[in-house]
């Protein structure tokens, strides 16, 4: 059962402060494509960004997603999940461990741990996560973010955001 089942919505509306269309994203979620839906969430966010060219967020880039966008990709991964996925769910987890706003690889390491993007001590390759309905809660989205190279503070910017 999901602990929270008021955060599901029938049908999440698509909005976009900045005018991205999100409904390749809702199909490929109502088809259970996981790893699809994890690569066009990263595709999406570049867009809401600007970052399209650079092809990456930096923490300045994650701090000014606007709120809309976020909560639109956010609600479309809760719904389709069951309540398993998506950043309010990673941000639940994060804050039930006692995250920050400050980075500290010791904490990066237990929260990936916790959702499963670590096993036996060891950072998962992205071909290596599970992409399927069983996978561990909190376990995506993932895509473009690794804990092991540095991009774990990038991650904590979006996960300690308050509008989550």
Not at 12 to 34: C, H, I, M, Q
Not at 54 to 71: A, F, N, Q, T, V
Not at 97 to 125: A, I, M, P, S
Request: charged share 35%; proline share 4%; glycine share 10%.
């Amino acid at each position: 059962a999901h602990p929270n089942p008021t955060s599901i919505e029938p049908d999440v509306p698509l909005k976009s402060e900045r005018g991205v269309d999100f409904t390749k994203l809702r199909n490929l979620f109502a088809a259970k494509k996981w790893q699809e839906a994890d690569e066009e969430t990263e595709r999406v966010m570049l867009k809401v960004a600007g970052r399209e060219k650079e092809g990456w967020l930096d923490r300045k880039s994650i701090e000014k997603l606007p709120c809309e966008d976020l909560r639109t990709i956010d609600k479309l991964w809760v719904q389709y999940s069951d309540g398993r996925f998506g950043f309010s769910v990673q941000n639940r987890i994060y804050q039930s461990l006692g995250g920050t706003r400050e980075y500290d690889n010791e904490f990066w390491q237990k929260f990936g741990d916790k959702v499963g993007w670590r096993k036996k001590n060891e950072w998962l390759h992205y071909n290596d996560l599970t992409f399927a309905d069983r996978a561990p809660e909190g376990h995506l989205p993932r895509r473009g973010r690794s804990g092991s190279d540095g991009e774990g503070g990038l991650v904590v910017s979006l996960l300690s955001r308050g509008d989550l």
